[in-house]
């Protein structure tokens, strides 16, 4: 079921921000929109969520426009909650307070219950008293996040959730967001300059340059079918090589060391391994000079020769 269209959305300052944007979200996705600095992801959340008009087209959630700032008199969808880089906080309340603040409606149990969930959930134990004004950017951020769980709307967009997050709550918030998908059936939008870190929750990755949407496909396709080498470093590290006349673009566990013959053949010389748990990172050169790194669940120096296998 269809909850959110963009439909021919663009937006011009005294440049070209967006240009005839086309977007279809259904219900209970998650959409990861992936682009370089510039490429108009943030303006697409704003414009998406109501606090931004666009110079030309509509966004139409459920059924219904989406009015911006020049027609609403208080900015924002209530039912599309938007975490961007303002965070957008009761700065003189505790972090206790803005996230109690969102649950009014829930009896005092449930309440409890939530916030100390939430609290857990983006490890603010420590600074549960402490006004949000004196927080740090990561934990402002993290409070926002926290906050807008805490509302439970229909859809929520994220801007840059990551930033500010380490590994272990990066990977919570994304075990939070599926659980709250398959509960809840919320859907998602966020948008990320890093493609890797949207492959292990995204239904589907927008890839956005200049203003426009030059490809929608599933994290599969974008890692191991990438258009470019520009495109593929942006999910992650590509190796690119030289073979004859030819270049060779593959991602490091693209590889056998048993070949066949129609593979292509790397000759190498191998520089040194890092182990990143659970994984090696094995750093070779080729008979070119060239650098390139495969991945492997043991050191491998003493491979002389690899294979390019395909993936996906």
């Known amino acids: 079921m269809k909850i959110l269209s963009v439909n021919g959305v663009s937006l011009s300052y005294d440049r070209e921000v967006l240009k005839g944007v086309e ?3 259904k219900k209970g996705e998650i959409i990861s929109v992936v682009g370089r600095s510039g490429a108009g992801k943030t ?5 998406i969520a109501g ?3 666009p110079t030309e087209g509509e966004v139409l959630f459920n059924g219904k426009k989406v009015e911006g700032p020049s027609v609403s008199l208080i900015p924002g969808h209530p039912e599309i909650s938007l975490v961007n880089q303002d965070f957008k906080l009761d700065e003189y309340h505790t972090v206790e307070e803005n996230i109690y603040g969102q649950i009014l409606y829930l009896p005092r149990a449930e309440r409890d219950k939530f916030t100390e969930e939430l609290i857990s959930l983006m490890e603010l134990d420590e600074v549960r008293k402490q006004k949000a004004h004196t927080l740090s950017g990561g934990e402002q951020q993290r409070l926002a996040l926290a906050r807008v769980l805490a509302s439970e709307p ?10 500010h997050l380490d590994g272990g709550l990066r990977k919570k918030l994304i075990h939070y967001l599926l659980e709250l998908r398959r509960v809840r059936n919320t859907t998602v939008l966020l948008v990320s300059h890093d493609g890797s870190e949207t492959l292990g929750l995204s239904d589907r990755i927008v890839l956005m340059k200049k203003g426009r949407i030059v490809r929608v496909g599933n994290p ?11 495109d593929g470093r942006i999910f992650g590290v590509m190796n690119s090589v030289r073979i004859g006349s030819e270049r060779f673009h593959f991602r490091p566990d693209e590889y056998s060391i048993e070949g066949g013959n129609d593979e292509v053949i790397l000759e ?3 520089l040194y391994s890092s182990f990143t748990g659970p994984m090696y990172e094995n750093y070779f050169e080729d008979k070119n000079g060239e650098s390139l790194m495969l991945l492997s669940w043991e050191p491998l120096n003493s491979v002389e ?3 390019v296998r395909r993936k996906g």
């Open 220 to 230: 599969l396709s974008f890692y191991y079918k990438p258009k470019s080498l520009e």
């Open 268 to 270: 190498l010389k191998f």
């Open 43 to 47: 303006s697409l959340l704003k414009i």
């Open 305 to 307: 020769r690899a294979y």
């Open 23 to 25: 977007l279809v979200v």
């Open 154 to 163: 229909e859809m929520i967009l994220l801007d840059e959730p990551f930033s």
């Open 51 to 53: 606090t931004l008009d």
